[in-house]
């Protein structure tokens, strides 16, 4: 039921809350306690969403689901949901996340099995399917996604191709009555713009509500990196209370107005810089940003402080949505091979760079034209190298301790393994002082992108039964 909420800047609006409590799949386990909090106590109908799947995180779900049908969705799901799932459900706020992975219907029976184990009798667990698009990938018409080349579709080493869904099938799944709703590839912006469809019955052709929605899923898709986490850079951009800090919510008007807040007591901060920053992130074109749910046109849009951890964000625009999806791959990768050695106290970095040299040169060597890759960490390996400019004007005794790390990428498992060994052989074929090794073989998952038409895709959604 819709509720009339008088709050602030927002007199007579209908206002629906929308909080965050991760950005990713190993995100902070107590972050949504506080938000849940604060939505309780704002009076406001809300919802709260997590974030945890990114396209490596898939391929690895996808990789788990292999070796067993049964795993493939988020490992730390219980741990998430533990803290808040029962105040949740009393309060009547629904629980989003893509936590589903590779496997969202192993993720319901989780949570069904959680909800006994905390004594909810009765909790309504939706799964949002028909991303997974592997089995009819090679009867679609694929076109090339950006730059990438052309993706052969009709390959044999496909692992999983899913395919990226809007908020239309969630949003259908919580008119079921749904307390949990679980997703596997979805836009990140859609368990943002789901529930706010839902409550206020958005239709998909309102563009600018519909790009207003889109936004406030953007804002807080990467949990607190909008509060001042990814934005603290000391000295520069100082943030207080980092080891506390608040997870972000957004307050949401019937005529798409946001609000970016936090919750009270916590650490971060919430200004125009740290929403600029977010609204900034990963945007390729800023006029036409692009879901499956609207284009979104970010340049009229403006940021307004409202007073301590307020911010107001105005202006999204919207115009309709591609006619085509973004579908992710996942194919075999190979063997990934990594050995790494330290080296310490005088000379370090010039005996670490003998180090890198001796086993590169006998890795290829043995193994010509293999795919390898040699740093030295400490020595601006981070930025692909120590041959930079930054790197030429500093001197060996400038570091204390370096980290040798040779990594190969091949075909054969073995080869990544005697690979690694060539590492470990250092501690005695030298140079001097090299400990700590550590060497391992995994194995590969790699991922390409294309685009299907968007007709080509049906996505279902459905409760599922605590006995399933």
């Known amino acids: 039921m819709r509720r009339i909420i008088e709050r602030d800047r927002f007199m007579t609006k209908q206002v629906f809350h929308v909080g965050n409590a991760a950005g990713f799949s190993t995100d902070r386990l107590d972050s949504a306690a506080p938000v849940v909090a604060a939505l309780i106590a704002s009076g406001a109908p809300s919802a709260l969403f997590f974030e945890t799947l990114a396209e490596r995180t898939l391929a690895f779900a996808q990789r788990a689901k292999l070796a067993d049908p049964e795993a493939g969705y988020t490992p730390d799901l219980e741990g998430f949901l533990r803290p808040v799932l029962k105040d949740c459900v009393a309060h009547g706020i629904p629980i989003l996340g893509n936590f589903g992975a590779a496997n969202p219907l192993g993720a319901a029976k989780a949570i069904h099995r959680l909800a006994r184990e905390l004594g909810l009798e009765s909790i309504k667990v939706a799964v949002v399917e028909g991303d997974d698009v592997r089995e ?147 945007i390729h074109d800023p006029a036409n940003y692009l879901t499956p749910d609207v284009t979104l046109d970010l340049t009229s849009v403006q940021v307004m402080d409202l007073g301590p951890d307020r911010v107001q964000v105005t202006g999204a625009k919207g115009r309709p949505a591609p006619e085509t999806l973004k579908v992710t791959i996942s194919y075999a990768g190979g063997w990934l091979g990594e050995g790494e050695i330290s080296y310490a106290g005088p000379g370090a970095a010039a005996r670490a760079r003998l180090a890198a040299a001796t086993a590169q040169q006998r890795i290829e060597t043995q193994y010509p034209g293999i795919d390898i890759r040699a740093d030295v960490i400490g020595l601006v390996s981070i930025f692909d190298g ?83």
């Open 136 to 282: 009819g990938l090679r009867s679609m018409q694929v076109q090339a996604w950006e730059e990438e080349a052309l993706f052969d579709v009709q390959r044999d080493d496909i692992v999983a191709a899913n395919v990226y869904l809007g908020a239309q099938p969630i949003a259908e799944a919580l008119a079921l009555g749904a307390d949990v709703v679980v997703t596997g590839r979805v836009t990140d912006s859609a368990l943002a713009l789901a529930p706010l469809i839902h409550h206020f019955g958005w239709t998909a052709d309102d563009w600018d509500r519909m790009a207003a929605g889109v936004l406030t899923g953007h804002l807080l898709e990467c949990g607190a990196q909008i509060t001042g986490g990814y934005f603290a850079d000391p000295g520069y951009k100082d943030v207080a209370g980092m080891a506390s800090i608040g997870y972000p919510i957004v307050e949401v008007s019937d005529d798409g107005g946001l609000v970016v807040t936090k919750p009270t007591g916590t650490g971060g901060r919430v200004d125009t810089r740290t929403v600029k920053e977010q609204i900034l992130y990963e």
């Open 386 to 468: 120590d041959t930079g400019e930054r790197a030429k004007g500093m001197q060996d005794t400038e570091w204390e301790d370096v980290r040798v790390r040779i990594a190969v990428n091949t075909e054969d498992q073995a080869v990544a393994a005697m690979a690694a060994r060539e590492v470990e052989t250092l501690y005695c074929a030298g140079p001097a002082g090299g400990g700590g090794v550590r060497r391992t073989v995994t194995p590969r998952i790699k991922t390409a992108s294309c685009l299907v038409p968007r007709e080509s895709v049906q996505p279902r959604f459905r409760l599922v039964p605590a006995d399933e």
